[in-house]
């Protein structure tokens, strides 16, 4: 928590997994969310427990239109008349799902825009869905990113990932659990295709290949419950790092998202 009054930056997954995602980015009293795929309620409690109001909210970004990530979205605009902020096609698709006033909209072009006190880059994503996005925050002097729900991480991904202080980075799944467990041969292949999500081993190449900055904070989100495990996303991710140079610690502070339980990460002072 940051005294009142202060421009410390903090990000805050409210919820993280296959059943609902949402996270929260403060500068200060403003803050943002990227999705809303819990429920209002939870919301606004988490909202609340972190000394904050709804009233400062300055908007919800919705990275693509699945209801692990939309799932609140019509209960809170219920209660709360902000602005959602994300591409034309994905509107659309949340529009055939859920009852939303089309006035919420702002439609994401291409380039940044200021939001409160931070401003905000969407970068597209590969997922399949209608036009998914992660996005990058510029607080300050910190550089946050959130990016879940992607196949792949390319070259021109990684360009957004580069020199980000606080990093959201999905590790979704472990190959092996994927390949003998429960999915049908269809959901396998959709789960590690290149729109579909990635797996720790990517996560971990990710890591590796992105210009870092001396230190970074990164929550590793959007853990499947039957491909993966924390013990696994820790063993693989953490042996890649290690072979590749990284000092986990004094170089990258590693968390895990939960489902059911707020992680943060704090802006670290100099």
Same mark, same amino acid.
């Given at each position: 928590?940051?005294?009142?009054?202060?421009?410390?930056?903090?990000?805050?997954?409210?919820?993280?997994?296959?059943?609902?995602?949402?996270?929260?980015?403060?500068?200060?009293?403003?803050?943002?969310?990227?999705?809303?795929?819990?429920?209002?309620?939870?919301?606004?409690?988490?909202?609340?427990? +972190?000394?904050?109001?709804?009233?400062?909210? *300055?908007?919800?970004?919705? $990275? !693509?239109?699945?209801? =692990?990530? @939309? &799932?609140?979205?019509?209960?809170?605009?219920?209660?709360?008349?902000?602005?959602?902020?994300?591409?034309?096609?994905?509107?659309?698709?949340?529009?055939?799902?859920?009852?939303?006033?089309?006035?919420?909209?702002?439609?994401?072009?291409?380039?940044? +825009?200021?939001?409160?006190?931070?401003?905000? *880059?969407?970068?597209?994503? $590969? !997922?399949?869905?209608? =036009?998914? @996005? &992660?996005?990058?925050?510029?607080?300050?002097?910190?550089?946050?990113?959130?990016?879940?729900?992607?196949?792949?991480?390319?070259?021109?991904?990684?360009?957004?990932?580069?020199?980000?202080?606080?990093?959201?980075?999905?590790?979704?799944?472990?190959?092996?659990?994927?390949?003998?467990?429960?999915?049908?041969?269809?959901?396998?292949?959709?789960?590690?295709?290149?729109?579909?999500?990635?797996?720790?081993?990517?996560?971990?190449?990710?890591?590796?290949?992105?210009?870092?900055?001396?230190?970074?904070?990164?929550?590793?989100?959007?853990?499947?419950?039957?491909?993966?495990?924390?013990?696994?996303?820790?063993?693989?991710?953490?042996?890649?790092?290690?072979?590749?140079?990284?000092?986990?610690?004094?170089?990258?502070?590693?968390?895990?998202?939960?489902?059911?339980?707020?992680?943060?990460?704090?802006?670290?002072?100099?």
């Amino acid at each position: 928590m940051v005294t009142q009054n202060s421009l410390a930056t903090e990000v805050h997954v409210l919820a993280s997994g296959s059943k609902g995602n949402c996270t929260l980015i403060r500068r200060g009293e403003s803050f943002i969310l990227h999705d809303a795929g819990i429920s209002c309620r939870r919301i606004v409690n988490g909202v609340k427990e +972190l000394g904050l109001e709804m009233h400062s909210l *300055e908007g919800v970004f919705i $990275s !693509h239109e699945h209801s =692990d990530h @939309i &799932g609140g979205l019509q209960q809170l605009l219920k209660r709360f008349d902000i602005p959602v902020y994300t591409k034309q096609d994905t509107w659309r698709q949340i529009q055939s799902r859920l009852t939303v006033p089309n006035h919420n909209l702002v439609a994401l072009t291409k380039g940044s +825009l200021t939001i409160g006190n931070m401003v905000v *880059e969407p970068f597209r994503v $590969s !997922h399949d869905a209608a =036009d998914p @996005i &992660g996005i990058n925050v510029f607080a300050g002097d910190q550089k946050v990113t959130v990016l879940t729900d992607s196949g792949e991480v390319d070259d021109r991904m990684l360009r957004y990932l580069d020199d980000t202080t606080m990093l959201v980075l999905e590790a979704n799944y472990d190959p092996h659990m994927l390949k003998f467990g429960p999915y049908d041969r269809f959901l396998k292949e959709r789960v590690a295709g290149p729109q579909g999500h990635l797996s720790n081993d990517a996560t971990a190449q990710a890591l590796l290949m992105m210009k870092r900055p001396n230190f970074m904070q990164v929550i590793l989100a959007h853990r499947s419950e039957n491909n993966n495990n924390p013990v696994l996303v820790t063993q693989t991710i953490g042996n890649m790092l290690v072979q590749g140079g990284v000092r986990i610690g004094p170089e990258m502070k590693l968390q895990h998202g939960q489902p059911n339980e707020c992680v943060s990460m704090v802006e670290v002072t100099k």
